[in-house]
């Protein structure tokens, strides 16, 4: 192999690895009132891969995916879902009582083939979301 051979190789390698799929978006600081409405994002800070339009994240290549979402609210007794398509995967649920300023975290690992969507719910309704909330997905395998 030649050291011009051996160039191509390593480009060609390099160039199929440069696209690392995630993404992470400041939640839009706003209050949902339907349990069917999907939690947009405000700010996208990074969207390697192009994957995340803002408010759904599309799969563009098979694997295993870690999704996680970190919430501040202070509505009483309700929470933020992760949803892979229509099926409920994790909740990050804020707690119940008085409506006060709460945080939550949830993480979930899935599988996912070309075309699957992962985006964020409320659960239940009149969830106010912080402007400080965040969602990240990222491609680990």
Known sequence: MTD????????????????????????SGRTYSSSSSIIRGSRVLYNGGNAYNGTVFTCPSPGLYLFHVSVVTHTKSYGIWIYKNSQQLTLAYSGNGDPQYNGASVSAVVWLDVGDQVYLRPNGLSLFVDGNSAFTGIKVN
């Open 4 to 27: 011009v051979d051996l160039k191509s190789l390593v480009l060609q390698t390099k160039s199929k690895n440069d696209t690392a799929f995630g993404f992470t978006t400041r939640l």
